[in-house]
């Protein structure tokens, strides 16, 4: 039988943000020691392997098109996380990433709300997307599931009210929608386990 895989996205998801006080935003990590683990990660990736899934990191990276970011820099973020995260015993299988940005070059497949992270991944070890899920903080984590046919969970703390402003003007709402990732493991084991989610 075809494995299932947890899409998971990185920055806001497996990582917390950073916040750039130049520009006043929240961004991706850029430096190693700017990488701090979000709350419950690697007893979220453990969890997921424990209930057979493949692990896939798919995260977009739209600073290597637009030069804000080079691939060692990439390189060594990720690497910092892979260390973090075993030093509390977990592990992912395999992280994708997109370098694109529309503005920076031809539009790809693969800069999600596309779903060719996933489709790629999916082909390339024989998944079974149907029974797979996709968990990210944003709504382009939710758009990738539903254009590649995997269930999902919206990780996130905002208000409702923002939430569905987001939403409305997004077109896109998330299947389920968790408070952190601890809360996204309860809800795929239920699942799992033949019982429907509680929204
Ligand atoms: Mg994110
Ligand atoms: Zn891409």
């Not at 020691?33 to 424990?50: D, I, M, T």
């Not at 600073?63 to 804000?68: I, V, W």
């Not at 992912?92 to 031809?106: I, K, N, S, T, V």
Request: hydrophobic share 40%; charged share 25%; with cysteine.
């Amino acid at each position: 039988m075809k494995r299932r895989a947890a899409f998971v996205d990185r920055d806001g998801t497996l990582n917390q943000m950073v916040y750039d006080a130049d520009h006043g935003i929240l961004d991706s990590p850029r430096r190693p020691n700017q990488v701090a683990l979000a709350p419950h990660a690697a007893s979220f990736l453990n969890g997921l392997r424990e209930l057979g899934f493949v692990i896939i990191v798919v995260t977009n990276q739209p600073g290597l098109a637009k030069g804000t970011l080079t691939t060692p820099e990439l390189d060594a973020v990720n690497a910092r996380l892979a260390e973090l995260l075993a030093s509390d015993g977990s592990r992912w299988d395999e992280l994708r990433y997109c370098p694109h940005h529309p503005d920076f070059g031809p539009a790809c497949e693969c800069r999600k709300p596309k779903p060719g992270l996933l489709l790629s991944a999916a082909a390339d070890h024989g998944l079974d997307l149907a029974r797979s899920w996709t968990i990210g903080d944003g709504l382009v984590d939710v758009g990738a599931a539903r254009a590649a046919g995997t269930r999902s969970v919206l990780v996130t703390s905002l208000k409702l009210e923002v939430l569905e402003r987001a939403i409305a003007l997004d077109g896109c709402t998330p299947e389920v929608i968790a408070p952190d990732l601890s809360a996204a493991l309860d809800i795929i084991r239920r699942e799992r386990a033949g019982v429907s989610s509680p929204i």
